[in-house]
């Protein structure tokens, strides 16, 4: 069986849901006020390295096991700005939980600058290695320190 995008088993029915959640996220993302402060949205944890978890319900449909994590990255805005991504972002976040039926979660953002100068954690490393972008530059985990 072919590798999923999202997932361990490969499933197109899922990965085709996946790709329709993570559209509407970008789209909410780019219709907010705050879409021209924000550099980018990155999927990580489990979905975004294909590792995914899926169930099968008892009526037979496959449904998502993990939650959503997303890293967000603003384009170098002031404090008072990032908490306002943050608490849109939460907002959106609560939104989809319902629409999805899973905890949709973003992390507090980061300037983009910061990036440089985050410390060498395993998080950070992990979503180097395996993320997709849903919003913004696809190439802004460069910036992140070595």
């Known amino acids: 069986m072919k590798k999923s995008r999202y997932t361990l088993k490969g499933d197109t029915a899922v990965d085709a849901m996946l790709d329709n959640h993570l559209a509407q996220i970008s789209e909410a993302v780019k219709k907010s006020e705050l879409s021209e402060d924000i550099a980018a949205i990155i999927l990580g944890g489990g979905y975004?390295?294909?590792?995914?978890?899926?169930?099968?319900?008892?009526?037979?449909?496959?449904?998502?096991?993990n939650d959503l994590d997303f890293f967000v990255v603003a384009n170098n805005v002031s404090r008072s700005k990032l908490k306002k991504i943050d608490r849109t972002l939460a907002s959106m976040g609560k939104d989809f939980n319902y629409k999805i039926g899973i905890d949709v979660d973003f992390g507090p953002a980061k300037n983009l600058k910061e990036l440089a100068?985050?410390?060498?954690?395993?998080?950070?490393q992990e979503l180097r290695e395996g993320h997709i972008v849903i919003f913004g530059d696809n190439d802004v985990l460069d910036n992140l320190a070595n």
């Not at 975004?48 to 096991?65: M, S, T």
């Not at 100068?117 to 998080?123: A, D, K, N």
């Open 48 to 65: 975004g390295r294909g590792e995914g978890g899926v169930f099968e319900a008892p009526d037979g449909q496959k449904k998502l096991n």
């Open 117 to 124: 100068t985050m410390p060498c954690t395993m998080m950070w």
